[in-house]
């Protein structure tokens, strides 16, 4: 879509399956003719209000990403993966980890020496993040036997990994700039910043960050990220609570069914919040971890409704209670509590993050004890075990 549209006629409306933006009485369409709609709603909310803010003179970039994808990915057509033996042989990344030369080195620059210094330093920043991605990958052994460098394999596998919304940022990238290939993935995947991105074009043409051109392709840049965001649909709270229990007990993850009620004997018990505490004590003095309250063994929903405490803030109290009468009220900055839905039931997720001094389980009616992490469990420890594991665990 060349031009901006007449923004006083736009609406966003909500169909069965799907988003779209109206433009009067008719859906808005593309430059191919295809709706502007999606069933992510962020993301038609994101463009709709790119279409009412940015100045009339001004390209949408927003839409324009959404036509890449719309007219041209959507169709079978991706030109980034047709010309990418092109696209790979002139990256200045790729020239450089496959050991070829670089027709144009980085500082070539009319302004002097000063600035060809900058841009070789911004190149080499840029080329230790390369360096750390291509490490990463050599480390997870996924590299398959390939004529062309382990390097060019890399990026061409992760580009054919990226959602068509990346991919449409890269291909609008690659249109405008002739960056390469490593620079606009590297933008899309968040590996670096709209800046960095910037500040790297600049140094590969030759320029300087305070000229007219950075301050054009940090915009786009910006823009690019802003609408990959916008893409992502963040899973609901339910949707992260049922693949945080998915994952099942381990050293940074208990379950327990109640807080406070011995669902066996239906009644109360202390050794029932005993269990709580020695859980959350042993998180504190280990690397931290997550209790879910209301979880069976078997990652099942009991709910604390089975506690019997009438209502959610009496029984967030009376678990606070017991964690500022057994543990002393200095470890409360380290520990959080949060109240969620599952299974129609409320489960709290108790998180704590690792103590900076010893917790001591104090219990009244129980000895003092000290407990820690050993696998997907809490242990106490013997007195003299306890006092080399803290000389060892924790620096005063």
């Known amino acids: 879509m060349k031009e901006k549209t007449d923004q006083l006629l736009l609406d966003l409306v909500k169909r069965p399956n799907d988003y779209v933006i109206y433009q009067g009485d008719h859906p808005l369409l593309t430059s191919g003719g295809f709706e502007v709609a999606n069933p992510n709603g962020r993301l038609l909310k994101h463009i709709l209000t790119d279409l009412l803010m940015v100045h ?61 210094n900058l841009s070789l330093w911004i190149f080499s920043e840029l080329l230790s993040v390369v360096n750390t991605f291509f490490e990463e990958w050599v ?10 460098s382990p390097f060019a394999v890399v990026i061409r596998t992760t580009y054919s990994r990226l959602s068509p919304e990346e991919k449409s940022a890269i291909i609008f ?13 590297f933008l899309a995947t968040n590996r670096i910043s709209p800046a960095e991105y910037s500040k790297g074009m600049v140094a590969l043409t030759g320029g300087h960050p305070q000229d007219h051109t950075f301050s054009s392709i940090l915009h786009e840049s910006s823009a690019i990220r802003d609408y990959i965001m916008a893409s992502e649909i963040r899973p609901n709270r339910a949707e992260e609570l049922e693949s945080l229990i998915s994952l099942g007990e381990s050293n940074l993850l208990e379950f327990k069914s109640t807080l406070r009620w011995d669902l066996r004997h239906g009644k109360t018990a202390q050794h029932i919040e005993r269990a709580v505490l020695k859980t959350i004590s042993a998180f504190l003095n280990s690397e931290g971890g997550t209790l879910l309250i209301g979880i069976r063994d078997d990652g099942s929903a009991e709910g604390i409704e089975s506690d019997r405490l009438q209502t959610e803030d009496r029984w967030l109290l009376h678990l606070w209670t017991l964690i500022r009468t057994c543990f002393g009220r200095d470890v409360t ?64």
């Open 56 to 116: 009339p003179n001004e390209p949408v970039i927003s839409l324009q990403l959404y036509e890449i994808q719309r007219d041209i990915l959507d169709k079978g057509s991706d030109p980034v993966d047709e010309m990418m033996t092109g696209i790979l042989g002139s990256d200045p990344f790729v020239m450089v980890k496959t050991g070829k030369s670089r027709q144009k080195s980085p500082g070539s620059s009319p302004f002097g020496e000063d600035e060809m």
């Open 139 to 148: 480390k997870q052994d996924e590299l398959a036997a390939d004529a062309e």
């Open 173 to 185: 990238l690659i249109r405008e700039h002739e960056p390469g290939l490593v620079l606009p993935l």
């Open 333 to 396: 900055p380290y520990i959080t509590t949060k109240l969620e839905k599952f299974e129609g039931k409320t489960i709290c997720l108790v998180e704590c993050s690792r103590s900076l001094r010893p917790v001591f389980l104090k219990q009244p009616g129980f000895e003092e004890e000290f407990y820690i992490r050993i696998g997907p469990a809490s242990a106490a420890m013997s007195v003299s075990e306890a006092l080399k594991y803290i000389a060892d665990h924790f620096h005063q």
